[in-house]
């Protein structure tokens, strides 16, 4: 009976886990944020997300290593679908980072496109959308230990960004009311 309890609890600590991008034991605690901002005409947008590490950046390695490539990409995209970071609300069709998000309640996960680059992708229940992550490097000294989403205002009127830093890598995203269908 005491091999039996054994086995299940290693096989239990080797499969992956269920909580998607949340697994691993440093982040058993990971924070939860939330935040909103209200533009104006543009409406409000909530941003909620858990603040993990990522096993302290060690999947940027494994990324470097060609033959694991592929099967981390799946993983860490089909963690990002099934058990989602957090959640994003808009309460007026706008863009992020250029990309049209329509009015709506959606699933937030970071996943990689098929050139391994980072995007934010949001579930929704009609249309699951891609939103392209420009980062950059920063010093050492700038590092995030754990995943950092800040709302912030815009230097113009009713317009916002969304600022993502995670070990050595940070970049912003703009928010700005979506143009009317008739617009374009």
Not at 32 to 41: F, K, M, P, V
Not at 112 to 124: E, H, N
Not at 172 to 180: F, G, Q, V, W
């Amino acid at each position: 009976m005491n091999r039996f309890v054994i086995l299940a609890a290693a096989a239990a600590l080797l499969a992956p886990s269920a909580l998607g991008q949340k697994q691993g034991a440093t982040n058993n605690n990971a924070p939860e944020i939330e935040q909103a901002i209200d533009l104006g005409s543009t409406g409000r947008v909530e941003l909620t997300y858990t603040g993990i590490t990522w096993a302290g950046g060690r999947w940027a390695k494994s990324l470097e290593d060609e033959s694991r490539r592929d099967r981390l990409r799946a993983r860490i995209n089909g963690g990002a679908k099934s058990a989602p970071l957090g959640y994003f609300s808009t309460g007026n069709d706008v863009t992020v980072g250029g990309v049209r998000v329509n009015e709506g309640d959606y699933k937030l996960g970071f996943t990689l496109d098929d050139d391994f680059k980072w995007q934010i992708t949001l579930f929704g229940t009609d249309a699951e959308i891609d939103i392209p992550l420009a980062l950059m490097k920063v010093g050492e000294e700038e590092e995030s230990k754990r995943l950092i989403c800040t709302l912030y205002a815009g230097d113009e009127d009713f317009t916002g960004g969304i600022y993502i830093a995670f070990g050595d890598q940070m970049g912003s995203l703009d928010i700005k009311a979506a143009p009317t269908r008739e617009e374009g």
